[in-house]
């Protein structure tokens, strides 16, 4: 178990807020042991995003036991996210919706 489990970085509530201003659905599950703070997930079409949030200063490098889960997902085909500021949210929600031609 990582001595970082469940400790919530403090922009987590500000990240989560913006993305569902986005369009996406929200799953807080900062609080499980070794796995990603959110799920983000979309129906249009449907995909989910395994987001890690950080602080956008100070002490916000990842654990090793969040690389290699998140090197893990990666290779079955999982979508994963760093974010640390609403304007990432803002730009990954923008690739998002140009790699899938979504239009608003």
Request: charged share 35%; glycine share 2%; proline share 3%.
């Amino acid at each position: 178990m990582s001595k970082y489990s469940h400790r919530k970085d403090l922009n987590h509530d500000a990240i989560a807020k913006c993305a569902k201003k986005c369009g996406w659905a929200i799953e807080d599950v900062h609080e499980y042991t070794d796995f990603v703070d959110q799920l983000w997930v979309r129906s249009d079409p449907y995909h989910v995003i395994f987001v890690e949030v950080k602080n956008p200063k100070g002490r916000n490098k990842l654990e090793p036991s969040q690389i290699k889960l998140h090197a893990k997902l990666r290779s079955i085909g999982c979508h994963v996210e760093v974010v640390r500021t609403e304007l990432e949210v803002k730009a990954i929600t923008a690739e998002f919706k140009r790699n899938n031609n979504i239009r608003e």
